[in-house]
């Protein structure tokens, strides 16, 4: 359906591009889902906090056993479940570790900034 949408190159762009997610806010998990579902090549997420309970409402992808987890690790650890075609790396770091590294930087295709000061 979606080569429909955009084409075999579209898609072929897609699976290999590498997406990093900088917060786990619920805005942001849900655009990196809908990156994941059409098979994104990677997805990396990086955050350094843990799940209270007023995330629960946030985000469906995080359960009320997780709270005092880290957000990075559940919220990838649940979006990955979704395809098993998508890699993906979680940093439980503050995403501010990674905008300050430029060689880092440049090894993803698109950077969703999300709850970030």
Not at 44 to 49: G, P, V
Not at 55 to 84: I, Q, T
Not at 100 to 109: A, P, T, V
């Amino acid at each position: 359906r979606q080569i429909r949408l955009w084409g075999h190159q579209g898609q072929k762009l897609l699976s290999e591009a590498k997406v990093a997610l900088l917060g786990c806010s619920g805005a942001g998990i849900e655009a990196l889902k809908n990156l994941i579902l059409p098979a994104s090549g990677q997805v990396d997420i990086w955050d350094d906090r843990t799940i209270q309970i007023e995330d629960l409402s946030d985000s469906f992808f995080y359960e009320h056993e997780a709270v005092g987890k880290f957000r990075a690790e559940e919220a990838s650890k649940n979006l990955l479940e979704m395809n098993p075609d998508v890699a993906g790396s979680f940093f439980n770091k503050n995403p501010q570790e990674l905008l300050i590294n430029h060689e880092k930087l440049k090894e993803y295709s698109l950077i969703i900034c999300s709850d970030l000061s």
